[in-house]
Protein backbone atom coordinates (compact mmCIF):
# COMPACT_ATOMS: atom_id res chain seq x y z
CA UNK A 1 0.00 0.00 0.00
CA UNK A 2 1.17 3.65 -0.92
CA UNK A 3 0.47 5.49 2.56
CA UNK A 4 2.50 8.19 3.54
CA UNK A 5 4.53 7.90 5.80
CA UNK A 6 4.95 10.48 8.88
CA UNK A 7 7.68 11.85 7.14
CA UNK A 8 6.18 12.56 3.76
CA UNK A 9 3.18 13.77 4.78
CA UNK A 10 4.81 16.49 7.23
CA UNK A 11 7.36 17.01 4.06
CA UNK A 12 4.09 17.35 1.73
CA UNK A 13 2.51 19.79 4.36
CA UNK A 14 4.91 22.05 4.67
CA UNK A 15 4.94 21.85 0.72
CA UNK A 16 1.72 22.79 0.83
CA UNK A 17 1.58 25.70 3.28
CA UNK A 18 4.38 26.92 1.42
CA UNK A 19 2.69 29.55 0.06
CA UNK A 20 4.18 29.10 -3.71
CA UNK A 21 0.73 26.72 -4.78
CA UNK A 22 -2.21 27.86 -6.53
CA UNK A 23 -4.47 26.53 -4.35
CA UNK A 24 -6.82 25.86 -6.77
CA UNK A 25 -4.69 23.02 -7.91
CA UNK A 26 -4.66 21.02 -4.59
CA UNK A 27 -8.57 20.55 -5.00
CA UNK A 28 -8.61 19.58 -8.70
CA UNK A 29 -5.88 17.27 -8.17
CA UNK A 30 -7.61 15.58 -4.84
CA UNK A 31 -11.22 16.03 -6.37
CA UNK A 32 -10.13 13.77 -9.80
CA UNK A 33 -8.02 11.60 -7.58
CA UNK A 34 -10.97 10.60 -6.11
CA UNK A 35 -12.48 10.34 -9.30
CA UNK A 36 -14.94 13.38 -9.25
CA UNK A 37 -14.93 14.70 -13.13
CA UNK A 38 -15.07 18.33 -13.78
CA UNK A 39 -14.38 21.10 -15.99
CA UNK A 40 -12.72 24.35 -15.59
CA UNK A 41 -12.91 28.12 -16.33
CA UNK A 42 -16.88 27.21 -17.99
CA UNK A 43 -16.88 30.10 -20.09
CA UNK A 44 -20.58 29.43 -20.56
CA UNK A 45 -21.38 29.89 -16.71
CA UNK A 46 -21.82 33.12 -14.99
CA UNK A 47 -18.47 34.58 -13.51
CA UNK A 48 -16.62 31.23 -15.12
CA UNK A 49 -16.24 28.96 -12.21
CA UNK A 50 -12.89 27.37 -11.46
CA UNK A 51 -14.36 24.35 -11.81
CA UNK A 52 -18.35 22.88 -12.96
CA UNK A 53 -19.08 19.29 -11.66
CA UNK A 54 -22.42 19.21 -14.03
CA UNK A 55 -22.89 15.17 -12.13
CA UNK A 56 -23.49 17.67 -9.14
CA UNK A 57 -25.00 20.65 -10.68
CA UNK A 58 -22.35 21.91 -8.77
CA UNK A 59 -20.73 25.10 -9.06
CA UNK A 60 -17.08 25.71 -7.59
CA UNK A 61 -15.11 29.32 -7.44
CA UNK A 62 -11.58 29.27 -5.95
CA UNK A 63 -11.15 33.04 -5.36
CA UNK A 64 -8.41 34.93 -4.56
CA UNK A 65 -8.48 36.69 -1.15
CA UNK A 66 -6.50 39.77 -2.67
CA UNK A 67 -9.03 40.65 -6.05
CA UNK A 68 -11.96 39.26 -4.52
CA UNK A 69 -11.71 40.62 -1.15
CA UNK A 70 -11.79 37.50 1.41
CA UNK A 71 -13.75 39.51 4.30
CA UNK A 72 -11.16 40.13 7.61
CA UNK A 73 -8.34 37.96 5.47
CA UNK A 74 -4.88 39.68 5.82
CA UNK A 75 -4.04 38.65 2.17
CA UNK A 76 -7.28 41.16 1.69
CA UNK A 77 -5.89 44.42 2.34
CA UNK A 78 -5.68 47.22 -0.17
CA UNK A 79 -2.48 48.73 -1.56
CA UNK A 80 -1.35 51.97 -0.07
CA UNK A 81 -1.30 53.84 -2.68
CA UNK A 82 -3.61 54.69 -4.98
CA UNK A 83 -6.06 53.63 -2.38
CA UNK A 84 -9.34 55.11 -3.81
CA UNK A 85 -8.26 53.89 -7.45
CA UNK A 86 -8.22 49.82 -5.98
CA UNK A 87 -11.16 50.02 -3.58
CA UNK A 88 -13.55 51.05 -6.46
CA UNK A 89 -11.82 47.92 -7.94
CA UNK A 90 -12.40 46.08 -5.12
CA UNK A 91 -16.40 47.24 -4.59
CA UNK A 92 -17.12 45.96 -8.41
CA UNK A 93 -14.93 42.47 -8.37
CA UNK A 94 -17.18 41.49 -5.39
CA UNK A 95 -20.35 43.02 -7.00
CA UNK A 96 -19.62 41.14 -9.54
CA UNK A 97 -19.38 37.78 -7.46
CA UNK A 98 -22.20 38.14 -5.99
CA UNK A 99 -24.29 39.04 -8.70
CA UNK A 100 -22.98 35.48 -10.74
CA UNK A 101 -23.35 33.41 -7.50
CA UNK A 102 -26.71 34.47 -7.41
CA UNK A 103 -27.67 34.03 -11.42
CA UNK A 104 -25.93 30.63 -11.03
CA UNK A 105 -28.36 29.55 -7.66
CA UNK A 106 -31.28 31.25 -10.37
CA UNK A 107 -30.31 28.51 -12.85
CA UNK A 108 -30.60 26.18 -10.23
CA UNK A 109 -26.63 25.38 -9.40
CA UNK A 110 -25.03 24.56 -5.85
CA UNK A 111 -22.75 27.50 -6.03
CA UNK A 112 -19.74 26.76 -3.85
CA UNK A 113 -16.91 29.77 -2.87
CA UNK A 114 -13.84 28.65 -1.39
CA UNK A 115 -11.17 31.43 -0.39
CA UNK A 116 -7.29 30.41 -1.49
CA UNK A 117 -6.10 31.13 1.96
CA UNK A 118 -8.08 28.36 3.12
CA UNK A 119 -7.23 25.78 1.08
CA UNK A 120 -3.84 26.68 1.44
CA UNK A 121 -4.29 26.73 5.81
CA UNK A 122 -6.60 24.00 5.83
CA UNK A 123 -6.43 22.16 3.23
CA UNK A 124 -8.25 18.90 4.66
CA UNK A 125 -10.91 20.68 5.87
CA UNK A 126 -12.02 22.58 2.90
CA UNK A 127 -11.56 19.36 0.57
CA UNK A 128 -13.72 17.62 3.37
CA UNK A 129 -16.46 20.47 3.37
CA UNK A 130 -16.35 20.38 -0.76
CA UNK A 131 -17.04 16.55 -0.49
CA UNK A 132 -19.82 16.21 2.18
CA UNK A 133 -21.26 18.95 -0.42
CA UNK A 134 -21.11 17.64 -3.03
CA UNK A 135 -22.73 14.39 -1.10
CA UNK A 136 -25.18 16.51 -0.10
CA UNK A 137 -25.42 17.76 -3.73
CA UNK A 138 -26.01 14.17 -5.00
CA UNK A 139 -29.12 13.65 -2.21
CA UNK A 140 -26.73 10.07 -1.13
CA UNK A 141 -26.07 11.27 2.37
CA UNK A 142 -25.08 7.83 2.65
CA UNK A 143 -21.66 8.70 4.17
CA UNK A 144 -19.98 7.52 0.59
CA UNK A 145 -18.46 9.16 -2.10
CA UNK A 146 -19.98 8.32 -5.22
CA UNK A 147 -16.31 8.50 -6.60
CA UNK A 148 -15.50 6.50 -9.74
CA UNK A 149 -15.46 3.64 -7.11
CA UNK A 150 -13.48 4.91 -3.95
CA UNK A 151 -15.77 3.66 -1.00
CA UNK A 152 -13.71 5.14 2.01
CA UNK A 153 -12.17 8.65 2.05
CA UNK A 154 -9.24 8.85 4.38
CA UNK A 155 -7.64 11.83 5.28
CA UNK A 156 -4.65 10.37 4.10
CA UNK A 157 -5.88 9.13 0.90
CA UNK A 158 -6.29 13.00 0.64
CA UNK A 159 -2.94 14.42 1.04
CA UNK A 160 -1.77 11.37 -1.17
CA UNK A 161 -4.23 13.13 -3.79
CA UNK A 162 -3.33 16.68 -3.22
CA UNK A 163 0.71 15.89 -3.44
CA UNK A 164 1.71 14.91 -7.43
CA UNK A 165 0.54 18.30 -8.92
CA UNK A 166 1.64 20.28 -6.18
CA UNK A 167 4.98 18.99 -5.79
CA UNK A 168 5.31 19.82 -9.57
CA UNK A 169 3.73 22.75 -9.91
CA UNK A 170 5.22 24.95 -7.00
CA UNK A 171 8.48 25.53 -8.92
CA UNK A 172 6.90 26.62 -12.13
CA UNK A 173 4.16 28.94 -10.03
CA UNK A 174 7.04 30.37 -7.81
CA UNK A 175 8.93 31.38 -10.97
CA UNK A 176 6.34 32.76 -12.31
CA UNK A 177 5.80 34.90 -9.35
CA UNK A 178 9.17 35.76 -9.29
CA UNK A 179 8.81 36.97 -12.15
CA UNK A 180 5.51 38.92 -11.81
CA UNK A 181 7.42 40.89 -9.38
CA UNK A 182 10.24 41.79 -11.05
CA UNK A 183 8.19 43.59 -13.71
ZN1 LIG B 1 -8.14 34.78 2.67
Sequence with gaps: MDKLTKAQRSDLMSRIHSGN???????????HRLGY???VNNRHLPGRPDLVLPKYRTAIFVHGCFWHQH???????SPSSNTAFWQAKFAKNVA??????LTLRKQGWNVLVLWECELVKHTLGTIEHVLRHLECA??????????????TLTRLDLLHAAEDKVQYRIRRHAQRRASDKKL
Design 138 to 151: AGTGSGTYDGGGTD
Design 71 to 77: PGCPSAS
Design 37 to 39: RYT
Design 21 to 31: TKPEWILRCAL
Design 96 to 101: RDARNA
